[in-house]
């Protein structure tokens, strides 16, 4: 039974009605199936389970701390993303429940851990079974329920992303634009962010799965069960198995961004290769027009000389010398673009 230090309103009233501030606000559930909102302060939270004020820090939303799964004598702690909770053997504490990620979870642990009826199924043999029975201590059927959660909660926003993500570069490789540009950039961005927390999430499952130390700190139960004699303290096998169960998701949810990754990435390399295609085209632009005119100074040069104010003994009766001056000067520059075109194509200045 439970045994609250303050007890709130109920939980789906407070869910109605609504509150300002959360933030001391904690949702205990117990292995029965009872449930109490206490409404109390971090010291009133470590008298109850017994943990020090280092530990409950970890759990504060104010702090940013990384993924963490965090064995005591007699709890667990979690700060999972949103989800952050203290598991004993008998109750599991979670805190803020009206935040609307937070509450899917709420309603998976009283699905989850409501009292187990003994149901038996006939076997053709005359012999009985048990089915809908889960024999696991209580702290492992709520570790599995939250990693379930914020694997899933995350696998969600992965699926979302990915999905915006393959029209935006869809778009850019066919026009690139600056919105194109803007929209994938910020993909990116999301991206990025996504993919260090769940690569957070995945380091922290990994420490877990190669300390077997710390995985046999997390059998709350059978430590209490100090009275028993036991040897199989050492064995691991339970939680190693539901661990791992959850890390190779989370590792398929990593490899799903990674891949995402490289798709923006080979985006981008496309759009820097087109982009460098079409100033490439620009610098060819730009050579012609310049060696043009440069032609066209040639016959410019001559029509300067012929224009100046010097009277020449040739100049005169000789109309037919302005059509020459015309042709040749007009001949000459077109054989000078000519030649500078030909010089640049052969040293790959020029790409037709």
Same mark, same amino acid.
């Given at each position: 039974?439970?045994?609250?230090?303050?007890?709130?309103?109920?939980?789906?009233?407070?869910?109605?009605?609504?509150?300002?501030?959360?933030?001391?606000?904690?949702?205990?559930?117990?292995?029965?199936?009872?449930?109490?909102?206490?409404?109390?302060?971090?010291?009133?939270?470590?008298?109850?389970?017994?943990?020090?004020?280092?530990?409950?820090?970890?759990?504060?939303?104010?702090?940013?701390?990384?993924?963490?799964?965090?064995?005591?004598?007699?709890?667990?702690?979690?700060?999972?993303?949103?989800?952050?909770?203290?598991?004993?053997?008998?109750?599991?504490?979670?805190?803020?429940?009206?935040?609307?990620?937070?509450?899917?979870?709420?309603?998976? =642990?009283?699905?989850?851990?409501?009292?187990?009826?003994?149901?038996?199924?006939?076997?053709?043999?005359?012999?009985?079974?048990?089915?809908?029975?889960?024999?696991?201590?209580?702290?492992?059927?709520?570790?599995?329920?939250?990693?379930?959660?914020?694997?899933?909660?995350?696998?969600?926003?992965?699926?979302?992303?990915?999905?915006?993500?393959?029209?935006?570069?869809?778009?850019?490789?066919?026009?690139?634009?600056?919105?194109?540009?803007?929209?994938?950039?910020?993909?990116?961005?999301?991206?990025?962010?996504?993919?260090?927390?769940?690569?957070?999430?995945?380091?922290?499952?990994?420490?877990?799965?190669?300390?077997?130390?710390?995985?046999?700190?997390?059998? =709350?139960?059978?430590?209490?069960?100090?009275?028993?004699?036991?040897?199989?303290?050492?064995?691991?096998?339970?939680?190693?198995?539901?661990?791992?169960?959850?890390?190779?998701?989370?590792?398929?949810?990593?490899?799903?961004?990674?891949?995402?990754?490289?798709?923006?990435?080979?985006?981008?390399?496309?759009?820097?290769?087109?982009?460098?295609?079409?100033?490439?085209? =620009?610098?060819?632009?730009?050579?012609?027009?310049?060696?043009?005119?440069?032609?066209?100074?040639?016959?410019?040069?001559?029509?300067?000389?012929?224009?100046?104010?010097?009277?020449?003994?040739?100049?005169?009766?000789?109309?037919?010398?302005?059509?020459?001056?015309?042709?040749?000067?007009?001949?000459?520059?077109?054989?000078?673009?000519?030649?500078?075109?030909?010089?640049?194509?052969?040293?790959?200045?020029?790409?037709?």
């Amino acid at each position: 039974m439970l045994d609250p230090l303050i007890v709130a309103p109920a939980f789906d009233g407070l869910k109605k009605k609504g509150c300002g501030s959360h933030s001391h606000m904690w949702i205990v559930l117990d292995s029965t199936g009872q449930e109490v909102v206490l409404d109390v302060d971090k010291h009133a939270i470590m008298r109850r389970v017994q943990i020090h004020a280092r530990d409950l820090r970890i759990l504060d939303p104010l702090l940013s701390y990384p993924p963490t799964i965090l064995a005591r004598h007699g709890a667990i702690i979690l700060n999972l993303e949103h989800i952050k909770a203290i598991i004993t053997s008998e109750e599991v504490l979670l805190r803020n429940p009206l935040d609307e990620n937070v509450v899917p979870v709420v309603e998976e =642990l009283r699905r989850r851990l409501k009292p187990q009826t003994d149901h038996r199924e006939a076997n053709g043999d005359g012999s009985s079974s048990h089915i809908g029975e889960d024999d696991s201590p209580f702290e492992f059927r709520v570790l599995e329920v939250v990693l379930e959660s914020i694997c899933s909660f995350l696998s969600a926003r992965t699926t979302e992303l990915d999905t915006a993500v393959h029209p935006s570069l869809d778009m850019l490789t066919s026009k690139i634009t600056s919105r194109n540009l803007d929209r994938v950039h910020e993909s990116k961005s999301e991206m990025a962010r996504l993919t260090a927390r769940v690569q957070k999430l995945r380091d922290e499952l990994g420490r877990l799965l190669h300390e077997d130390e710390d995985m046999a700190e997390l059998y =709350l139960t059978r430590k209490l069960a100090s009275a028993t004699v036991s040897g199989d303290e050492n064995d691991v096998d339970e939680v190693e198995m539901l661990l791992e169960t959850y890390f190779m998701q989370i590792d398929d949810t990593l490899n799903i961004l990674t891949t995402l990754g490289q798709h923006i990435d080979n985006a981008n390399a496309y759009v820097r290769i087109k982009l460098d295609k079409d100033r490439n085209r =620009l610098i060819q632009l730009d050579l012609c027009l310049s060696a043009g005119n440069l032609c066209l100074d040639v016959s410019a040069l001559v029509a300067g000389i012929f224009g100046m104010n010097i009277p020449y003994k040739w100049n005169t009766n000789h109309g037919h010398m302005f059509k020459w001056v015309v042709i040749c000067s007009g001949m000459l520059s077109s054989f000078l673009f000519c030649i500078i075109m030909f010089f640049a194509y052969c040293k790959g200045l020029l790409g037709f």
